[in-house]
Nanobody, 115 residues
Framework: QVQLVESGGGLVQAGGSLTLSCAASGSTLGINAMAWYRQAPGKQRELVARSSRGGITDYADSVKGRFTISRDSAKNILILQMNSLKPEDTAVYYC?????????WGQGTQVTVSS
């Protein structure tokens, strides 16, 4: 099993920045991808950014140029730097990890952007 614990959420004004962290523990050997998802009230959970082996990253169009995902594989930490935040970024943000064919989820952290 892999345990994922997110931190760093909170309330911020539009245009501000937040940094989310996800610490992975347990059977982390063999994790081949990690990502951030988010779910706003009444909406489906969506991919925000993903970090795959070889340093490959990809982003949702809505966050390109504003969010940056980074991963410290040695420390099993995933970071999401969020800049120029907008009210529509308000959501619960979830950390996700994949090992072989198994996916793991964190409990989520709330991000609220006020206008």
């Amino acid at each position: 099993q892999v345990q994922l614990v997110e931190s760093g959420g909170g309330l911020v004004q539009a245009g501000g920045s937040l940094t989310l962290s996800c610490a992975a523990s347990g059977s982390t050997l063999g994790i081949n991808a990690m990502a951030w998802y988010r779910q706003a009230p009444g909406k489906q959970r969506e991919l925000v950014a993903r970090s795959s082996r070889g340093g490959i990253t990809d982003y949702a169009d809505s966050v390109k140029g504003r969010f940056t995902i980074s991963r410290d594989s040695a420390k099993n930490i995933l970071i999401l730097q969020m800049n120029s935040l907008k009210p529509e970024d308000t959501a619960v943000y979830y950390c996700w990890a994949q090992r072989s064919i198994t996916a793991f989820w964190g409990q989520g952290t709330q991000v609220t952007v006020s206008s």
